[in-house]
Protein backbone atom coordinates (compact mmCIF):
# COMPACT_ATOMS: atom_id res chain seq x y z
CA UNK A 1 0.00 0.00 0.00
CA UNK A 2 1.28 3.30 -1.14
CA UNK A 3 0.93 5.81 2.09
CA UNK A 4 0.24 9.74 1.13
CA UNK A 5 3.46 11.51 3.19
CA UNK A 6 2.33 14.23 4.81
CA UNK A 7 4.34 17.82 3.95
CA UNK A 8 4.13 19.69 7.08
CA UNK A 9 6.38 22.27 6.01
CA UNK A 10 4.25 23.21 2.66
CA UNK A 11 1.24 23.32 4.54
CA UNK A 12 2.31 25.35 7.56
CA UNK A 13 3.71 27.86 4.50
CA UNK A 14 -0.27 28.49 2.91
CA UNK A 15 -1.24 28.66 6.63
CA UNK A 16 1.11 31.37 7.52
CA UNK A 17 0.03 33.30 4.24
CA UNK A 18 -3.45 33.40 5.08
CA UNK A 19 -2.55 34.93 8.57
CA UNK A 20 -0.65 37.48 6.46
CA UNK A 21 -3.41 38.46 4.46
CA UNK A 22 -6.14 38.27 7.32
CA UNK A 23 -3.51 40.70 9.37
CA UNK A 24 -3.43 43.14 6.14
CA UNK A 25 -7.33 42.77 5.71
CA UNK A 26 -7.78 43.70 9.31
CA UNK A 27 -5.83 46.61 9.34
CA UNK A 28 -6.81 48.36 6.03
CA UNK A 29 -10.53 47.34 6.62
CA UNK A 30 -10.50 48.59 10.48
CA UNK A 31 -8.01 51.38 9.92
CA UNK A 32 -5.39 50.37 12.23
CA UNK A 33 -1.81 50.16 11.84
CA UNK A 34 -0.55 47.69 15.25
CA UNK A 35 -0.05 44.49 14.44
CA UNK A 36 0.09 40.97 17.02
CA UNK A 37 2.45 41.26 20.06
CA UNK A 38 3.94 38.13 21.45
CA UNK A 39 6.02 38.04 24.57
CA UNK A 40 7.58 34.28 25.16
CA UNK A 41 9.21 33.52 28.54
CA UNK A 42 11.78 30.89 28.84
CA UNK A 43 14.71 29.55 31.32
CA UNK A 44 18.34 28.17 30.82
CA UNK A 45 20.26 28.12 27.62
CA UNK A 46 18.66 25.07 26.49
CA UNK A 47 19.44 24.33 23.09
CA UNK A 48 16.45 22.45 21.85
CA UNK A 49 14.42 25.55 23.67
CA UNK A 50 16.57 28.00 21.92
CA UNK A 51 15.80 26.16 18.65
CA UNK A 52 12.27 25.81 18.92
CA UNK A 53 11.89 29.83 19.56
CA UNK A 54 14.00 30.33 16.55
CA UNK A 55 11.38 28.97 14.59
CA UNK A 56 8.36 30.59 16.05
CA UNK A 57 10.86 33.87 15.95
CA UNK A 58 11.28 33.54 12.17
CA UNK A 59 7.37 32.55 12.10
CA UNK A 60 6.45 35.98 13.43
CA UNK A 61 9.17 37.77 11.42
CA UNK A 62 7.48 36.82 8.35
CA UNK A 63 3.84 37.88 9.52
CA UNK A 64 5.34 41.48 11.05
CA UNK A 65 4.05 39.94 14.27
CA UNK A 66 6.58 41.98 17.45
CA UNK A 67 7.86 39.15 19.10
CA UNK A 68 10.10 39.67 22.43
CA UNK A 69 11.76 37.00 24.65
CA UNK A 70 12.67 37.40 28.30
CA UNK A 71 14.74 34.37 29.49
CA UNK A 72 15.51 33.58 33.24
CA UNK A 73 18.48 31.53 34.74
CA UNK A 74 17.78 27.92 35.21
CA UNK A 75 17.91 28.39 39.29
CA UNK A 76 15.31 31.58 38.75
CA UNK A 77 12.55 31.20 41.75
CA UNK A 78 9.26 30.53 40.27
CA UNK A 79 8.27 34.42 41.76
CA UNK A 80 10.54 36.35 39.65
CA UNK A 81 8.85 34.11 36.89
CA UNK A 82 5.31 34.68 37.68
CA UNK A 83 5.79 38.11 38.68
CA UNK A 84 7.28 38.89 34.99
CA UNK A 85 4.12 37.11 33.76
CA UNK A 86 1.73 39.54 35.63
CA UNK A 87 3.39 42.30 34.28
CA UNK A 88 3.20 41.58 30.88
CA UNK A 89 -0.32 40.68 32.22
CA UNK A 90 -0.91 44.20 32.17
CA UNK A 91 0.23 45.39 28.80
CA UNK A 92 -2.46 46.33 27.30
CA UNK A 93 -0.58 46.01 23.38
CA UNK A 94 0.11 42.63 23.74
CA UNK A 95 -1.92 39.73 21.93
CA UNK A 96 -0.01 36.60 23.71
CA UNK A 97 2.16 35.13 26.24
CA UNK A 98 3.87 32.40 25.91
CA UNK A 99 5.64 30.02 28.06
CA UNK A 100 8.70 27.77 26.16
CA UNK A 101 8.54 24.55 27.71
CA UNK A 102 10.84 23.14 29.68
CA UNK A 103 10.79 24.58 32.74
CA UNK A 104 13.33 24.20 35.22
CA UNK A 105 12.69 21.11 37.53
CA UNK A 106 10.70 21.37 40.40
CA UNK A 107 8.77 24.10 39.31
CA UNK A 108 5.06 23.96 39.02
CA UNK A 109 4.42 24.25 34.90
CA UNK A 110 0.50 24.42 35.39
CA UNK A 111 1.24 26.86 38.08
CA UNK A 112 3.14 28.84 35.61
CA UNK A 113 0.69 28.35 32.96
CA UNK A 114 -2.55 29.42 34.55
CA UNK A 115 -0.53 32.59 35.69
CA UNK A 116 -0.91 33.54 32.41
CA UNK A 117 -4.10 36.12 31.39
CA UNK A 118 -6.67 33.38 29.75
CA UNK A 119 -7.08 35.89 26.99
CA UNK A 120 -3.13 35.71 25.87
CA UNK A 121 -2.58 32.18 26.15
CA UNK A 122 -2.04 31.80 22.95
CA UNK A 123 -0.10 28.23 23.38
CA UNK A 124 -3.93 27.43 24.61
CA UNK A 125 -2.65 25.68 28.04
CA UNK A 126 -3.88 27.20 30.81
CA UNK A 127 -6.64 25.40 32.83
CA UNK A 128 -9.58 27.11 32.09
CA UNK A 129 -8.86 26.49 27.98
CA UNK A 130 -7.89 22.94 28.54
CA UNK A 131 -11.19 22.63 31.13
CA UNK A 132 -13.63 23.91 28.37
CA UNK A 133 -11.83 21.81 25.71
CA UNK A 134 -13.14 18.49 28.17
CA UNK A 135 -16.50 20.15 28.61
CA UNK A 136 -19.13 19.34 25.72
CA UNK A 137 -20.88 22.48 24.20
CA UNK A 138 -18.30 25.05 25.49
CA UNK A 139 -15.21 25.94 23.20
CA UNK A 140 -12.13 27.14 25.00
CA UNK A 141 -10.98 31.05 23.75
CA UNK A 142 -7.60 29.05 22.18
CA UNK A 143 -6.81 25.08 21.50
CA UNK A 144 -3.86 23.85 22.30
CA UNK A 145 -1.60 24.20 19.38
CA UNK A 146 -0.16 20.38 19.07
CA UNK A 147 -3.12 18.68 18.97
CA UNK A 148 -4.86 21.75 16.92
CA UNK A 149 -2.49 21.06 14.59
CA UNK A 150 -3.07 17.35 14.31
CA UNK A 151 -6.97 18.26 13.53
CA UNK A 152 -6.09 20.84 11.16
CA UNK A 153 -3.34 18.30 9.28
CA UNK A 154 -6.49 15.69 9.28
CA UNK A 155 -9.37 17.99 8.31
CA UNK A 156 -7.33 20.02 5.13
CA UNK A 157 -6.54 16.23 4.12
CA UNK A 158 -10.50 15.77 3.62
CA UNK A 159 -9.92 13.00 6.11
CA UNK A 160 -13.04 11.85 8.04
CA UNK A 161 -13.13 12.17 11.79
CA UNK A 162 -16.59 11.79 12.46
CA UNK A 163 -17.42 8.20 13.45
CA UNK A 164 -14.10 6.76 13.04
CA UNK A 165 -12.11 4.91 15.71
CA UNK A 166 -8.95 7.36 17.08
CA UNK A 167 -6.57 5.73 19.41
CA UNK A 168 -3.91 7.87 20.93
CA UNK A 169 -0.95 6.82 22.30
CA UNK A 170 0.15 8.94 25.21
CA UNK A 171 -1.48 10.75 27.71
CA UNK A 172 0.45 14.11 28.27
CA UNK A 173 -0.98 17.79 29.24
CA UNK A 174 0.51 19.44 26.18
CA UNK A 175 -0.53 16.42 23.28
CA UNK A 176 -2.09 13.19 24.50
CA UNK A 177 -4.70 14.00 26.39
CA UNK A 178 -6.25 17.53 24.61
CA UNK A 179 -5.55 15.69 21.74
CA UNK A 180 -8.09 12.58 22.38
CA UNK A 181 -11.16 15.67 23.55
CA UNK A 182 -10.32 17.11 20.60
CA UNK A 183 -10.86 14.36 18.51
CA UNK A 184 -13.71 13.03 20.95
CA UNK A 185 -15.17 16.97 20.13
CA UNK A 186 -15.03 15.87 16.18
CA UNK A 187 -17.11 12.75 17.25
CA UNK A 188 -14.50 10.17 16.97
CA UNK A 189 -14.70 6.78 19.48
CA UNK A 190 -11.63 7.71 21.03
CA UNK A 191 -9.26 5.13 22.82
CA UNK A 192 -6.56 6.70 25.05
CA UNK A 193 -3.45 3.96 25.64
CA UNK A 194 -0.43 4.68 28.33
CA UNK A 195 2.33 2.75 30.36
CA UNK A 196 -0.21 0.85 32.13
CA UNK A 197 -2.20 -0.52 29.08
CA UNK A 198 -1.62 -3.99 28.34
CA UNK A 199 -0.63 -4.99 25.08
CA UNK A 200 -0.83 -1.75 23.30
CA UNK A 201 -1.26 -3.37 19.69
CA UNK A 202 -4.37 -4.98 20.55
CA UNK A 203 -5.69 -1.06 20.41
CA UNK A 204 -3.11 0.52 17.58
CA UNK A 205 -4.33 -2.53 15.64
CA UNK A 206 -8.42 -1.64 15.59
CA UNK A 207 -7.25 2.24 15.13
CA UNK A 208 -8.82 4.04 12.15
CA UNK A 209 -6.50 7.09 13.41
CA UNK A 210 -3.26 6.09 15.48
CA UNK A 211 -1.89 9.65 17.19
CA UNK A 212 1.59 8.65 19.12
CA UNK A 213 2.80 11.07 21.49
CA UNK A 214 4.93 8.91 24.16
CA UNK A 215 8.14 10.14 23.68
CA UNK A 216 10.03 6.94 22.85
CA UNK A 217 11.65 6.63 19.16
CA UNK A 218 10.36 4.36 16.19
CA UNK A 219 7.76 2.68 19.66
CA UNK A 220 5.27 1.82 16.71
CA UNK A 221 6.12 -0.74 14.88
CA UNK A 222 4.32 -1.66 11.34
CA UNK A 223 3.16 -4.89 12.52
CA UNK A 224 0.82 -2.99 15.06
CA UNK A 225 -0.65 -0.84 12.59
CA UNK A 226 -3.93 -1.86 10.55
CA UNK A 227 -3.60 -1.47 6.91
CA UNK A 228 -4.81 2.15 5.45
CA UNK A 229 -4.76 3.53 8.94
CA UNK A 230 -3.92 7.45 9.34
CA UNK A 231 -0.81 7.63 11.61
CA UNK A 232 -0.40 11.02 12.84
CA UNK A 233 3.14 11.01 14.75
CA UNK A 234 3.79 13.46 17.47
CA UNK A 235 6.79 12.27 18.77
CA UNK A 236 10.57 13.88 18.34
CA UNK A 237 13.48 12.37 19.65
CA UNK A 238 17.15 11.89 19.04
CA UNK A 239 18.11 8.61 17.90
CA UNK A 240 21.30 7.25 16.35
CA UNK A 241 22.25 10.39 15.87
CA UNK A 242 19.23 11.74 13.80
CA UNK A 243 15.61 13.11 14.75
CA UNK A 244 12.98 10.43 14.45
CA UNK A 245 9.12 10.02 15.59
CA UNK A 246 7.22 7.85 18.04
CA UNK A 247 6.28 6.00 14.81
CA UNK A 248 8.93 3.66 12.41
CA UNK A 249 8.95 5.42 9.55
CA UNK A 250 8.24 1.80 7.84
CA UNK A 251 4.51 2.27 8.94
CA UNK A 252 4.19 4.59 6.01
CA UNK A 253 4.33 1.43 3.60
CA UNK A 254 0.94 0.00 5.70
CA UNK A 255 -0.57 3.33 6.03
CA UNK A 256 -2.96 4.81 3.89
CA UNK A 257 -1.45 8.48 5.44
CA UNK A 258 1.45 9.04 7.22
CA UNK A 259 3.22 12.68 9.22
CA UNK A 260 7.04 12.05 9.06
CA UNK A 261 9.57 13.49 12.05
CA UNK A 262 10.62 15.82 11.18
CA UNK A 263 8.77 17.73 8.52
CA UNK A 264 4.87 16.80 9.78
CA UNK A 265 3.12 18.00 12.76
CA UNK A 266 5.74 20.46 14.31
CA UNK A 267 5.37 23.19 11.72
CA UNK A 268 1.96 22.67 12.39
CA UNK A 269 2.57 22.98 15.76
CA UNK A 270 4.09 26.76 15.20
CA UNK A 271 1.49 27.23 12.51
CA UNK A 272 -1.58 27.23 15.00
CA UNK A 273 0.63 29.09 17.58
CA UNK A 274 0.51 32.26 14.53
CA UNK A 275 -3.57 31.35 14.23
CA UNK A 276 -3.88 31.79 18.00
CA UNK A 277 -2.03 34.51 18.21
CA UNK A 278 -3.56 36.45 15.05
CA UNK A 279 -7.39 35.51 16.80
CA UNK A 280 -6.18 37.12 19.89
CA UNK A 281 -5.03 40.22 18.52
CA UNK A 282 -8.51 40.37 16.01
CA UNK A 283 -10.10 39.44 19.56
CA UNK A 284 -8.37 43.10 21.44
CA UNK A 285 -9.57 44.82 18.41
CA UNK A 286 -12.85 44.35 18.91
CA UNK A 287 -12.82 45.13 22.71
Given at each position: ???????????SKVILQELKQEILHTQAIKSVTSVPKLAYVYMGTNKSVLTYL???????????????????????PVQEVMAQINELNQDKTLSGILIQLPLADGIDTQQVMD???????VDGLHSMNIGKVALRGLEPLYYPCTPLGCIEILKRNNIQIQGKHAVVIGRSNLAGTPLALLLQK????????????????LFTK????????VGKPEFIK????????????????????????DVHSDVAEV???????PG?????????????????WNFSLSK
Open positions: MSSKIFDGRALGIKHRACDFLGIQAKGYQFKENACIDVTKDQNATVTICHKYTNDVSQADILAVARNMVKPGAIVVDIGINEYNGKLVGSSFFTPVGVGPMTVAMLMTNLVKS
